[in-house]
């Protein structure tokens, strides 16, 4: 009776931790620590990429920090092949595992020139990576791959354009002008408590276009909210021009338009479809 009663107390112990409070697994953690392999065989692969395109004959031995070098079949130059410069880690992925060793591929792109006067022409490699023991290791040689590509259009959403008169437009002119060129008075232009703050040093701001997303309302909704772009022309402290583009939200406070915040993105038509870019011939 007591080992019954025993195993029924631990069996039903069980299916609580079972059912009722399982193990979750650590995903913070373990994006982390992905995160943190990743970095750690991006920078290894564009190290390699650079020291292997510039490597000279006498620098051999250079490279087996690396990779294990074959004793025989590489043929390396008197003098570095390329000028390399600006090396870039672009996508990490994981490939698998092989036993307690994790696989990786990465893409690094870099500026070469075959003299230093010369033009820079951005190429990309491909380098496996094993980490063993939180130890990378290249798995080969670097694979000279393809660019990305150009990618596509879109077509924005900002289809009301907006002339000198609109309130919304002066409202907007008057924030730019502000945010870059002055040191006080940006609370004139936008929204208590926005996270904004002038930037200046600009000798001058101008609007030069802007438009909504929409239709500015006669009777606008206090909170309510238009998304603006406002294509800009500055002139740096050294009468440099400069062109820039601010998408924007507006909101109506207390019947007034106000900046609320500077979009991280421009708004993108709802029914926009991608239109790719022709690659340019060589």
């Known amino acids: 009776m007591v080992a019954l009663t025993a195993a029924a107390v631990f069996g039903a112990a069980a299916g609580c931790k079972v059912f009722l409070a399982p193990d979750r697994p650590d995903f913070i953690g373990i994006a982390q620590r992905e995160r943190n392999q990743q970095s750690v065989v991006g920078a290894f692969a564009s190290d390699f ?21 074959p004793e025989q079949g590489l043929a390396l130059p008197s003098t570095p092949a390329a000028v390399i410069t600006a090396p870039q880690v672009g996508p990490v992925l994981e490939m698998g595992t092989l036993g ?9 792109s870099v500026n070469e020139r075959p003299y230093a006067s010369a033009q820079p022409t951005r190429s990309f490699y491909q380098v496996p990576v094993s980490v063993w023991n939180r130890q990378p290791r290249a798995l080969d040689f670097p694979a000279q791959i393809n660019d990305p590509g150009p990618g596509a259009d879109f077509a924005l959403a900002y289809r009301h354009a907006l002339g000198p008169q609109s309130p919304v437009f002066a409202v907007v002119a008057g924030f730019i002008r502000t945010y870059l060129t002055a040191t006080t008075g940006l609370d004139r232009y936008v929204v208590a408590g926005a ?12 609007v030069s276009t802007a438009a909504a997303d929409r239709s500015v309302p006669e009777a606008p909704q206090p909170g309510e909210q238009l998304h603006i772009r406002a294509t800009v022309i500055a002139q740096t402290s050294q009468f440099a021009t400069v ?40």
Do not use: C
């Open 195 to 206: 996270p904004l703050r002038p930037i200046g040093g600009y000798q001058s701001a101008v």
């Open 49 to 69: 990429v650079v020291a292997w395109r510039t490597a000279t004959a006498t620098q051999r031995d250079n490279l087996s920090r690396f990779i294990t070098l």
């Open 100 to 108: 307690d060793t994790e696989l990786y591929t990465a893409v690094i």
């Open 243 to 282: 062109n820039l583009v601010y998408p924007l939200t507006i909101e109506n406070s207390g019947g007034t338009w106000m900046v609320a915040a500077i979009d991280l993105i421009p708004q993108v038509g709802g029914h926009s479809e991608p239109d790719p870019v022709a690659k340019p011939q060589n």
